[in-house]
């Protein structure tokens, strides 16, 4: 099977502007969570989505959203990007049951300049 | 809510060495535990899970780990390190029930030299 994608793998934005990130998960896999990795924070989880619904959110801005299509790919979007959202972006991708691992993509690395 | 705590940020090591990674939890429920390896420039990669019974759990490229519920840990270990596994090697941890969320450790920089 193939692995987690994640388009594109690297990123340059101006604070202000917008950027959508693409996650295609694991064939079979309906459950896509999204972490934003930073050295200062860590990995912190932004949102899960299971069958095109947002199942779990973290405590993140409104400026970060997502959504999940009928495949089970999935978007995340950042409006009015901060200096501070520079970060890498890590999609995974997981059967949604309990106890299910979470099977990680390569990430985005997202920079704000 | 759940925390984790990895007590050590960097762990040097020669190589063939054995290594403890350490990690500790904090939940008021039970939980699922895991270990990610994360090599440069990559994503997480899976290295165990416990969910449940024997509370050894082998891995991935010779590691193992142990749940102690009574002292909240699950410490990962290896008998002999390679340089390959210089590494940041993050400890995390779901609620056992429904689905939950992973809360990650801040990770532990595994530093292998010859």
């Known amino acids: 099977k193939a692995g987690v994608t994640q388009t594109p793998r690297y990123l340059i934005k101006t604070r202000g502007q917008q950027v959508t990130l693409s996650c295609s998960p694991i064939?079979?896999?309906?459950?896509v969570s999204w972490y934003q990795q930073t050295p200062g924070q860590g990995l912190q989880f932004l949102f899960e989505y299971f069958s095109e619904t947002q199942r779990n959110k973290g405590n993140f801005p409104g400026r970060f959203s997502g959504r999940q299509f009928s495949n089970s790919r999935s978007e995340m979007n950042v409006s009015t990007l901060e200096l501070g959202d520079s970060a890498l972006y890590l999609c995974?991708?997981?059967?949604?049951?309990?106890?299910?691992?979470?099977?990680f993509g390569p990430g985005t690395r997202l920079t704000v300049t | 809510a759940q925390s984790v705590t990895q007590l050590d940020s960097q762990v040097p090591v020669f190589e063939e060495a054995p290594v403890e990674l350490r990690c500790n939890y904090s939940s008021s429920v039970s939980v699922y535990l895991f270990w990610y390896v994360q090599y440069p420039n990559q994503g997480l990669q899976l290295l165990l899970k416990y969910l449940s019974g024997s509370t050894l759990v082998k891995g991935i490229n010779g590691f193992e780990a142990e749940f102690n519920k009574s002292q909240t840990s699950f410490h990962l270990r290896k008998p002999s390190v390679h340089i390959s596994d210089t590494a940041e090697y993050f400890c995390a941890v779901s609620e056992a029930r429904g689905y939950s969320t992973l809360t990650f450790g801040k990770g532990t920089m595994l530093l292998v030299s010859p």
């Open positions: 064939s079979g896999h309906r459950s």
């Open positions: 995974a991708s997981s059967p949604g049951t309990s106890a299910a691992a979470q099977y």
